[in-house]
């Protein structure tokens, strides 16, 4: 079955960088959406990018332009390079996968999850 283990979380200053990895396993098809999820102190997991098996992108308003997502098909690794971080960027972050690539990939879309790491932000 499929495995999400993510790395990379940790404490920062406003304005660092922090690059989290998610390493992938037990996937069987090429059609693989994956995606970085994030859930905030006392709300919602909300959406912040995607990547399909095109390698086509997309990123939550907020993180266009600081955020990029990407991966290494040859590690089955996927990451997310965060840089210019705010304070406002502190959560949990979740990587999460999915055979299904729809137009919009909302949380109930993904069948897979990591665990999560912490990003703090101060």
């Known amino acids: 079955h499929v495995q999400l283990v993510e790395s990379g979380g940790g404490s920062v200053r406003a304005g660092g960088s922090l690059r989290l990895a998610c390493a992938v396993s037990g996937y069987t098809r090429d059609t693989f959406c994956m995606g970085w999820f994030r859930q905030p102190p006392g709300k919602e997991r909300e959406r912040v990018a995607r990547i399909d098996s095109d390698g086509s992108t997309k990123y939550t308003d907020s993180v266009k332009g600081r955020f990029t997502i990407s991966k290494d098909n040859d590690k089955n690794t996927l990451f997310l390079q965060m840089n210019s971080l705010k304070p406002e960027d502190t959560a949990m972050y979740y990587c999460?996968?999915?055979?299904?690539?729809?137009?919009?990939?909302?949380?109930?879309?993904?069948?897979?999850w990591g665990q999560g790491t912490q990003v703090t932000v101060s």
């Open positions: 999460a996968a999915s055979y299904t690539c729809l137009a919009t990939m909302n949380l109930w879309n993904y069948a897979y």
